[in-house]
């Protein structure tokens, strides 16, 4: 079965440090990997993708994941943290040959003025 | 742009009531989904839809029943509420199955059962 893992519940920053969200999965085919930031009260939006390509793949807001196939981990990553990242992180994970999508449990980064 | 639009916000239901919850597109988009999301548990798939007419069972359907009669909405039905039901659910849709589709997502009912 597939699955995503987010070990971390939450992530302390300090602003204009970079930071890092940690997820890792497990699949049986091709991964395609997401991640999704929630603001308090919203639903998730849509920062970046992995399908294939490039290990380092650029999204909104000046985030950009990292992909590592030998680690199975797709760690999300920004160079220098804002107030306004604070949030709650998800990374999803397609699963082939299904129309689902498997989500971790969250990260909630809290970025420190 | 609408994009994915929920109804209601919030509701307080009591044990045994039913209710509906709508979910509604403006995107054209074929697919369509309900999760329900749970403090410490991420999101879990409840139905989905791949298209007009259809619809299929996701991760956690016990409780819950499903309708896409027109491509934009997808509605959620409570027959007999239970205080386990008590959650925030969100539909979301992509617009096609493709792998390398991120999906959509309204902005949440926050539904309580006494």
């Known amino acids: 079965a597939q699955s995503v893992a987010q070990p971390e519940d939450q992530v302390n920053v300090a602003e204009g440090n970079p930071l890092t969200v940690k997820c890792t999965y497990s699949?049986?085919?091709?991964?395609?990997l997401f991640w999704y930031v929630q603001y308090p009260n919203r639903g998730l939006q849509f920062l970046l993708k992995y399908i294939t390509g490039d290990n380092l793949v650029k999204g909104s807001y000046g985030f950009e994941a990292e992909f590592n196939k030998s680690q199975t981990s797709f760690h999300l990553k920004k160079p220098s943290a804002l107030v306004s990242d604070s949030a709650l992180y998800f990374c999803?994970?397609?699963?082939?040959?299904?129309?689902?999508?498997?989500f971790g449990t969250g990260t909630r980064l809290k970025v420190l003025a | 742009n609408a994009g994915v639009t929920q109804t209601p916000k919030f509701r307080v239901l009591k044990t045994g009531q039913s209710m509906t919850l709508l979910c509604a597109q403006d995107m054209n988009h074929e697919y369509m989904y309900w999760y329900r999301q749970d403090p410490g548990m991420g999101l879990r798939l409840i139905h989905y839809?791949?298209?007009?007419?259809?619809?299929a069972k996701g991760e956690v359907p016990d409780g819950y029943n499903v309708s896409r009669l027109k491509k934009q909405n997808f509605l959620l039905g409570l027959e007999s509420a239970a205080p386990s039901q008590t959650s925030v659910y969100f539909c979301?849709?992509?617009?096609?199955?493709?792998?390398?589709?991120?999906?959509?997502f309204g902005d949440g009912t926050r539904l309580s059962i006494l």
């Open positions: 839809s791949v298209g007009e007419g259809t619809t």
């Open positions: 699949v049986s085919g091709n991964p395609y």
């Open positions: 979301a849709s992509s617009i096609t199955g493709g792998y390398n589709q991120p999906q959509h």
């Open positions: 999803a994970v397609r699963e082939e040959g299904t129309y689902k999508y498997i």
